[in-house]
C-alpha cells in the first residue's frame, strides 16, 4: 500500500492526542509530514514526537495551507468556527481531508463545502468515530438483518460525564455557542449520525425543548468564588478545578491520568502545571461564573421517513458516560448500552441472548475502538487501498446529522415548534 502523507492543522486533544498516533501505530500506512497549531509549544511537541523538519512546522493553518500542497491529506482538527475556512483552502490546495466534526455551526457553510469538494472531486471524510466501533457496526448488523423487525420507535441518551461538562462544555471550548456551536450539534450530531445510520432513513420533522439549568450564576452555592482556588465551599463541590484535574480517580493526574482532559491543561502534564493552570487558566473557573451559554439538557424528538420516530436525549447530570440505546422493532427489543460493551437481544416468543462486544475484540481504546479505525478506513481509501464500507463517512451523507441538528436547536429556541426538513434541504 501506499504510504499516505498527512499535514495535521489543529494540534488539540483530537488532532495530536488521537490522530497523531495512528501513526505509530500502522507506520506503512501513514506518515505526519506537517503540522499546524497556534500554539508554539504544541508545534514543538509534535515535531519531536514524529521528527518533523523546521520547514515543515507552521504557527497557523492558514500559513500552511499558503503553501503549495506538502502532504496527500490533511487532519482538519482546529475549532469549530475555523472548519470551513481551513477545509475549504485545503481542498482548493488539492487534498483530501479528515475533517473533526461539525462540519461547520453554519448551515451554508456545510452546503458549500459539500459542492465544492464535489467540484473539485476531493474525499472527505467527518469524523463520525462511532460508526467505527466493533459496539455500533454489531447493533447495526442486527438491525440491518431485522433481528427484531422493522424498527418503530429509539430511545437514544448521550450521558454526558458531569466533569466532562464542566471540563468541555461550561469552562472549556465549546462552552459558547457564538465562539463555537450549539450543544446539540457540537456534542451530539455524533448520535444524530448514528440514528440515521442505524435506521438507514431520513428525518422528516424534528421539534426540541431544553436548555441551560444548572450552570449559572443564580444556581452558584452560597459562599462560592469566581475561582475554585478562593472558594469557601469547595470540599463540598464535584466541578471543584482540583478534584476533576488532580484528584478524581477517573480523570485526576494524581491518580495516575496524564491524559485527556488533564493534558488539555498543559502539554506534558505535571502537578506544578497543573496547579499553575488551575490557579491562572479558563480551567480552574467556577463553573457557576463561567461566559457558557450551551445546553446541559435537552430533548428531540425525531420523526423519520417511513414512520420511525426517536428521541435523543442529551443530559449533563451523570455519573457514567456512554450511550445507551433502547430500539423498539416489529418483532422485538433491544437494549444497547455502549459503556458496558453489551447488547441485549430480545425476540418477540423467542429467547433473549446477549451481545458481549468484549468477547470479539480486546481493541476498544479511543471512543470505544472507533478512533484508529477511522482513521485507519480513511488512509486506506485515499491510497486506493479500500473501498467505501457500511461505516464509511462522507460529507455529503453527514449533512444530515448536522440537519437534525439545527432544525432541533431553532425549535429549541422556537419553543419546541415542529420543524419540517424540507427547510434544510431545499
Not at 100 to 112: Q, V
Not at 310 to 318: S, V, Y
Not at 329 to 338: D, K, S, V
Request: with cysteine; net charge negative; aromatic share 8%.
Amino acid at each position: 500500500m501506499k504510504k499516505i502523507r498527512v499535514a495535521i492543522i489543529g494540534l488539540g486533544s483530537r488532532g495530536l492526542n488521537t490522530y497523531a498516533p495512528c501513526a505509530e501505530l500502522f507506520p506503512e500506512k501513514m506518515e505526519i509530514v506537517a503540522v499546524a497549531d497556534i500554539r508554539p509549544e504544541r508545534v514543538e511537541l509534535a515535531k519531536k514526537l514524529y521528527n518533523i523538519p523546521d520547514g515543515m512546522c507552521f504557527d497557523s493553518g492558514e500559513a500552511l495551507l499558503a503553501r503549495e500542497k506538502l502532504a496527500d491529506a490533511a487532519f482538519i482538527c482546529t475549532q469549530d468556527r475555523q472548519h470551513f475556512g481551513h477545509a475549504s483552502a485545503a481542498l482548493e490546495r488539492g487534498y483530501d481531508l479528515l475533517l473533526e466534526k461539525p462540519i461547520s455551526p453554519d448551515e451554508e457553510e456545510c452546503r458549500k463545502l459539500v459542492a465544492l469538494a464535489e467540484k473539485l472531486g476531493r474525499r472527505v471524510s467527518v469524523c463520525h468515530v462511532l460508526r467505527f466501533t466493533p459496539f455500533y457496526g454489531e447493533l447495526k448488523r442486527l438491525l440491518d438483518e431485522k433481528t427484531v423487525g422493522e424498527v418503530v420507535s429509539v430511545q437514544h441518551i448521550e450521558n454526558v460525564i458531569y466533569w466532562h461538562q464542566a471540563h468541555s462544555f461550561v469552562r472549556g471550548n465549546w462552552r459558547n455557542s457564538v465562539e463555537s456551536s450549539p450543544m446539540i450539534l457540537q456534542k451530539c450530531c455524533h448520535d444524530a449520525d448514528l440514528l440515521v445510520w442505524l435506521l438507514g432513513r431520513r428525518a422528516s420533522k424534528v421539534s426540541s425543548f431544553g436548555g441551560l439549568y444548572e450552570f449559572r450564576p443564580e444556581r452558584a452555592p452560597e459562599g462560592s468564588a469566581e475561582r475554585c482556588v478562593d472558594c469557601a465551599v469547595r470540599e463540598s463541590c464535584p466541578y471543584d478545578a482540583e478534584k476533576i484535574y488532580l484528584t478524581n480517580k477517573e480523570t485526576g493526574l494524581l491518580r495516575g491520568n496524564k491524559w485527556w482532559p488533564v493534558d488539555v491543561l498543559a502539554s506534558e502534564p505535571d502537578e506544578e502545571k497543573i496547579r499553575r493552570a488551575i490557579a491562572e487558566g479558563p480551567y480552574g473557573r467556577c463553573v457557576y461564573h463561567c461566559d457558557n451559554d450551551v445546553c446541559d439538557h435537552q430533548v428531540v424528538n425525531i420523526a423519520f421517513e417511513g414512520g420511525a420516530t426517536a428521541q435523543l436525549t442529551m443530559a449533563a447530570f451523570t455519573k457514567r458516560g456512554g450511550r445507551d440505546t433502547v430500539i423498539l422493532g416489529t418483532q422485538g427489543e433491544i437494549i444497547a448500552n455502549l459503556s458496558e460493551e453489551k447488547i441485549h437481544v430480545m425476540p418477540f416468543g423467542g429467547e433473549n441472548y446477549d451481545v458481549d462486544i468484549r468477547a470479539m475484540t480486546s481493541d476498544l481504546s479511543g471512543h470505544a475502538g472507533g478512533d484508529t479505525r477511522l482513521v485507519e478506513e480513511f488512509v486506506e481509501l485515499v491510497g486506493g487501498e479500500a473501498e467505501e464500507s457500511v461505516r464509511t463517512t462522507t460529507l455529503a451523507g453527514s449533512t444530515e446529522s448536522h440537519y437534525i441538528a439545527f432544525a432541533a436547536e431553532r425549535s429549541r429556541v422556537e419553543g419546541g415548534r415542529v420543524v419540517d426538513m424540507k427547510e434544510f434541504r431545499d
